[in-house]
């Protein structure tokens, strides 16, 4: 086990609500692990088991009930500027061009340098979309509006990048290309990675951990390890060993070929 400080750390974590008729439903319940610097951590489990909920509490848009999340020791409340998050549809501003949209984070912070222009362009690049800085959003494909997207998360340079199943609307052949951008751009950044799919074969491809999330009131189940070689290609999805793992999870989650 690393003696590191973790990038996140997940402490006791429960989130209660009262409904529409007075009572109080806990969608979250005593979650607790630790994210390292770097590491990819897939996250899966059934529909409403928390996972969206839990990604919002980390990303600081909701107040967690119970426990504590810290991010680099701090609370998350102070720790803002380290987070970026990637939604399930890319929510793009569509009378803003590429450049404009993944610029817009550093605009609220009045932080437009002509450095962080040439970063953008940079990023636009990485993603694969070199020459469409000057492109609308309607004149792309869902494929392309989600790199636009993860290009815009990236501008600030954030430590920690959350993703709740930003490739969930796309075609089969379109997500094994974004699966195979996203390893490349996550092994160039070094970021830590918090990633919600309701695959479980991509939740194996993609994580260096994958946390299974029980049924409600959600918690963390099983944290296991993926022991599949970098870079990962699409014929690793071949081997006995990932074979075992998505076995392994699908047993954990109690559906098999209910998530695929």
């Known amino acids: 086990m690393s003696t590191t400080q973790p990038v996140i750390d997940i402490k006791n974590v429960g989130m209660t609500y009262k ?3 007075g009572g109080e439903v806990t969608v979250l319940d005593n979650c607790d692990f630790s994210v390292q610097r770097g590491e990819f951590i897939s996250i899966v489990g059934q529909s409403g088991s928390g996972k969206t909920t839990l990604l919002r509490i980390i990303a600081g848009l909701l107040e ?3 426990g504590e999340v810290l991010v680099k020791g701090n609370p998350v409340a102070d720790s803002l500027r380290e987070l970026a998050m990637v939604f399930q549809n890319p929510v ?3 009378w803003r061009n590429n450049l404009a949209n993944i610029l817009l984070p550093m605009e ?3 932080a437009v340098t002509p450095e962080v222009r040439k970063y953008a362009q940079h990023l636009l690049d990485m993603v694969g979309l070199s020459g469409s800085e000057k492109r609308y959003s309607y004149e792309l ?3 392309m509006q989600q790199r636009v997207s993860i290009a815009r998360a990236l501008v600030s340079r954030p430590e920690i990048l959350l993703m709740d199943e930003p490739f969930g ?3 089969a052949m379109t997500r094994d290309t974004m699966n ?3 390893q490349r751009i ?3 950044t070094n970021q830590s990675v918090l990633f919600i799919t309701h695959s479980i074969s991509e939740a194996v491809w993609l994580g260096d951990r994958v946390l299974v999330i029980g049924d409600r009131p959600g918690r963390v189940i099983a944290d296991i390890k993926i022991d599949i070689p970098r870079m990962r290609t699409k014929e690793s999805r071949f081997t006995p060993d990932f074979a075992n793992y998505v076995s392994e999870i699908e047993t954990l989650i109690g559906a098999p070929g209910a998530i695929s």
């Open 108 to 110: 609220f912070r009045k």
């Open 186 to 188: 996550w092994k160039e």
């Open 92 to 94: 793009l501003l569509p």
């Open 19 to 21: 409904s529409r008729e």
């Open 141 to 143: 494909s869902g494929g």
């Open 169 to 171: 609307a796309l075609d």
């Open 180 to 182: 195979i951008e996203l």
């Open 64 to 66: 967690n009930t119970q």
